[in-house]
């Protein structure tokens, strides 16, 4: 087999293999999102059962002042639970992110060198201008490739500052009502 072809046929590996690492990071988010929410549902059915046993009797005004408690430390606890769903889709899409970004570039210099090889070695007339526009054309798409990456790291930190700052703002407010 020629060198082109040894190089294409490299290059789909690689695609296969990034394709099943994507694949890996997206089962072991489900993974950790399922797991979250079992572990949740069985949290809520115990302490379901214990509220309904600890409900108190009508004109009990401590009994009420008991169940503020059991809400405010629900309301602390949904709060967390939504942040951990948020942390594990935040990681999963970083390193997807991540992921893609590294592919592409490292896809762009192995198919600006498969590019040039294949002109070399074909019949078109003028293979370096034709060379010389392909590799400016990669040069131009690793820019961009770059250029979004870098607002979309921005983008994902100013939304989780907003995310955090947010749960927290809630946080207080629902610890303020329940005074």
């Known amino acids: 087999m020629n060198q082109v072809a040894e190089k294409f046929v490299a290059l789909n590996k690689k695609q296969a293999e990034t394709a099943i690492r994507a694949f890996q990071i997206g089962f072991n988010a489900w993974e950790m999102l399922i ?4 572990e949740a ?10 509220s309904v046993q600890a409900m108190p009797k009508a004109g009990e005004v ?8 059991q809400f405010r430390a629900g309301a602390d606890r949904l709060s967390g639970y939504l942040r951990n769903v948020y942390e594990i889709s935040g990681q999963a899409a970083g390193e997807l992110g991540n992921l893609l970004e590294q592919t592409l570039l490292s896809n762009n210099q192995e198919v600006v060198e498969w590019v040039d090889e294949v002109l070399k070695s074909s019949s078109i007339p003028q ?3 034709t060379a010389a526009a392909a590799k400016a054309a990669m040069a131009n798409a690793k820019s961009v490739i770059e250029g979004i990456s870098k607002a979309v790291r921005q983008t ?7 995310v955090r700052a947010a749960a927290a703002a809630t946080a207080e407010a629902v610890k303020g009502t329940a005074k």
Not at 41 to 50: D, F, I, K, N
Not at 62 to 69: K, R, T
């Open 35 to 38: 797991k979250l929410n079992l």
């Open 41 to 50: 549902t069985r949290m809520l059915l115990q302490e379901g059962m214990a």
């Open 62 to 69: 401590a009994g009420l002042s008991a169940w503020n408690g």
């Open 127 to 129: 293979p370096e201008a």
């Open 156 to 162: 994902a930190g100013y939304a989780d500052a907003n």
